[in-house]
């Protein structure tokens, strides 16, 4: 935990300097506290959940135990490309560090607000290591490119939504702010081609979201930090309202109707942070009043605290795991800050 402390506080510590050197919409304030963060996420060993479940399944590429249907097809594919550079597990986890820091700086030149979208999407999605969330912050950060490039009036780049698709299926959700009369066809099409070939994919992790969904009906989880972030959005809802299109209240509708659902169906959890991150882009693309900006600041505050007690829980977890099941540390016998096995042994 205190390795933790430390490196949330030099990262906000240089992108504070960074904002008050470069001014906090240059991207030149941002480049130290990202490629520090990039560093500290890919070179982790195997801090973090599904670390060591991600590692298991890059090494079970080419043999008898490797599951073609347990990514996506965009995801798969990247996975082999990098099995064939380095077939070394610690270089995988930090390609991916790598690629996501990638598409923050190619998204950070679209937004306005760069430094307080740094620190929310290190707050949010980054700093927790879930490797699960990692990877469906790649599929956002995907389409999240073409809808900044939509806010702003430019070319949207769809194929980037088609990539977001093929990487993390839920994002498939975004078409209803994005879709165009135009460009109807060319999805359909897609689409036809798509479930004509590998939709036996789609449909397998489908049949599991359904499956954990009706296994966790009417398991009521009240949560406070739920209804807190949902607070803080509607506040910079109401606040920018004259300026918010209907599209953006049409998908903060659906954001409330599904932070709401996901206390009975906890899936439908990472459609709620997949919507909540579209309306979020409205706030950072351009520049925000002193107020939105203030919420936006007790919002990555809040992600903060969030994030200790997501780690804390984690740390007690494996800890529990060790005690009770003594051949778990050797498992675990890589789970420190610096590798046990660095990329060159």
């Not at 398991?219 to 930090?225: A, L």
């Not at 909540?276 to 520049?287: A, D, E, H, S, V």
């Amino acid at each position: 935990m205190a390795v933790y402390i430390s490196f949330f506080f030099i990262v906000f510590l240089l992108t504070f300097l960074g904002g008050q050197f470069f001014g906090r919409n240059n991207i030149k304030a941002i480049i130290v506290p990202l490629i520090l963060t990039i560093l500290f996420a890919g070179l982790r060993g195997n801090i973090g959940t599904d670390t060591f479940a991600y590692k298991s399944y890059f090494n079970s590429i080419g043999t008898d135990d490797f599951n073609f249907l347990t990514f996506e097809p965009f995801f798969l594919f990247y996975t082999f490309i990098i099995k064939l550079i380095w077939a070394n597990d610690q270089f995988y986890i930090f390609i991916i560090s790598l690629t996501t820091g990638a598409l923050i700086y190619y998204n950070l030149k679209l937004i306005e607000e760069k430094t307080l979208f740094f620190l929310f999407y290190f707050t949010f999605y980054f700093i927790m290591f879930n490797m699960n969330l990692m990877r469906f912050g790649i599929g956002m950060l995907l389409i999240s490119f073409p809808y900044l490039r939509h806010l702003r009036g430019e070319k949207s780049k769809n194929g980037f939504f088609l990539l977001g698709f093929l990487t993390h299926f839920s994002t498939l959700f975004t078409l209803i702010a994005v879709i165009q009369k135009k460009n109807f066809l060319r999805i359909l099409l897609f689409f036809g081609i798509f479930f004509f070939l590998i939709g036996n994919i789609f449909f397998s992790k489908v049949k599991t979201y359904m499956l954990i969904a009706f296994l966790t009906m009417g398991q009521f989880h009240f949560d406070f930090g739920l209804i807190f972030e949902m607070g803080i959005l509607s506040l910079m809802v109401w606040i920018n309202r004259k300026e918010i299109k209907r599209r953006t209240i049409f998908l903060f509708v659906i954001y409330v109707l599904l932070r709401n659902f996901a206390f009975f169906f906890d899936m439908l959890q990472r459609f709620a942070y997949l919507t909540g991150f579209l309306i979020y882009l409205n706030f950072f693309y351009k520049r925000q009043s002193l107020y939105t900006r203030l919420l936006i600041i007790l919002l990555i505050l809040f992600n903060l605290y969030r994030s200790f007690i997501f780690i804390g829980n984690s740390d007690k977890s494996i800890e529990t795991l060790i005690a009770n099941f003594p051949g778990f540390s050797s498992l675990y016998s890589q789970t420190r800050w610096l590798p046990f096995k660095f990329f060159w042994q």
